[in-house]
Structure formats: C-alpha cells, structure tokens
C-alpha cells in the first residue's frame, strides 16, 4: 500500500482538508504531545486494511466547529450537538483518508462512537506500538489524531 512517511502525508492531508473544509478551522501541527483532551470520537475501518481512528479534542475547539458548521450562537451548543459534530468529523477525516489510501477498493465504516475524556488524558498503552499519532493546535485549544492500522503501519 504505502510507506508510514505517505500514510503520515494523506492523514495529515485529509485532516487539513475535513476540518478547513467543513468546520472552517485551520489547524498547525505540534510536535510532541499535546493538551488535555475533553472529547474523544472512534470509527474503526474494514477492507484493503483494517484499523481505527480517533480524534480528542477540547471542549473550546469542538464548540468552533458547531459554531463553524451549523452556524449556531453559543447558547444553541449542547452537548449532544457537539458529540453529533465531533462523530461527523471523524467519520468524515477516516473516510478522506481511505479514499487517498485505495481509490479502487471498498472500504467499510463502522458508525462512529463519542465519549466524554476526563481525568489525565493518559494514553492507551495498547494502542501505543501501532499507531500514528498526529497533534494540532487550534482556536486556543488542542486536537489530536490517531491512526491504528498495523498491517498499514509496520509496512516499510
């Protein structure tokens, strides 16, 4: 399929793509970690390769992109809301990315999941020897996204 270096580029380009795209917020990379985290949405893909992607991301970042996309005032956010966005824009970021891995084969998708992130923010460890993580800053806040494919990650 592709190496980890054009896996990083097509997640990292579909990131870019979904979130100026539909949520009109314009991410910049970090190196190293990065913040503490209130929500987090799951999908996990079938078909070429198998694997999962998530995003956590902040409350103030998840309200822009209600805001952005839905163009609500403030006091139109809830939390159900901003769980149905998050969820969407997971949907939308792994379904780019399977589009640029493999154009001419299937990919299925499960229905995303959404949960509320409390505490510390401590990695899973299980996921940790497989994934691709990648880090952003953003309207004052932090997102991050993680990529768990290891038959598409230990390829060389």
């Known amino acids: 399929m592709a190496n980890i270096k054009k896996t990083q580029e097509m ?10 795209k539909m949520f009109f917020v314009f991410a910049e990379p970090l190196r190293g970690g990065g913040g503490n985290y209130q929500m987090k949405a799951s999908v996990t893909f079938n078909g070429p390769v198998s694997g999962a992607m998530a995003i956590s991301l902040s409350t103030g970042i998840a309200e822009a992109m209600v805001q952005n996309m ?48 409390s505490g510390n923010n401590e990695r899973q460890q ?18 991050e996204v993680t990529l768990t494919a290891p038959d598409l990650l230990s390829q060389v």
């Open 11 to 20: 997640l990292m380009t579909a990131i870019f793509e979904v979130l100026e």
């Open 70 to 117: 839905l163009n609500l005032d403030p006091e139109e956010i809830t939390e159900p809301v901003m769980a149905d966005c998050i969820r969407e824009s997971i949907n939308m970021i792994c379904g780019n990315f399977v589009r640029k891995l493999d154009q001419e084969r299937v990919f299925d998708l499960s229905i995303p999941q959404f949960e509320r992130i």
């Open 126 to 143: 299980d996921m940790e020897d497989q994934a691709l993580r990648l880090t952003f800053t953003a309207d004052g806040g932090h997102i």
